[in-house]
């Protein structure tokens, strides 16, 4: 059974950081590209960045480019993303995703207050 268990949201003031992790299991993880995403209510999730399997190819929303860096543990099955330089526009729910399949898990809260 596939898990994807998403943590590290939280409230933080503009211009702050955070790191959201995202610990997958019922997969080879090592095998597959990982991505994270992002909702506001009524909206449509937004593909945030992608990772390669082996972690060597990221790409990035334009949104996000040079303030947000995605990364793999394969080791430990975890995807992170690392967030500076925080916008109330990032306000939204985080969730991490397998690459071409479409388990989501429960998604973390990022609220950023101006």
């Known amino acids: 059974q596939v898990q994807l268990v998403e943590s590290g949201g939280g409230l933080v003031q503009t211009g702050g950081s955070l790191r959201l992790s995202c610990v997958a299991s019922?997969?080879?993880?090592?095998?597959?590209?990982m991505s994270w995403y992002r909702q506001v209510a009524g909206k449509e999730r937004e593909l945030v960045a992608r990772i390669s399997s082996a972690g060597g190819i990221r790409t990035y929303a334009d949104s996000v480019k040079g303030r947000f860096s995605i990364s793999r543990d394969n080791g430990k099955n975890t995807v992170c993303l690392q967030m500076n330089s925080l916008k109330p526009d990032d306000t939204a729910v985080y969730y991490c995703?397998?690459?071409?399949?479409?388990?989501w898990g429960q998604g973390t809260q990022v609220t950023v207050s101006s």
């Open positions: 995703k397998r690459v071409g399949y479409v388990n």
């Open positions: 019922g997969f080879i993880f090592s095998d597959y590209g």
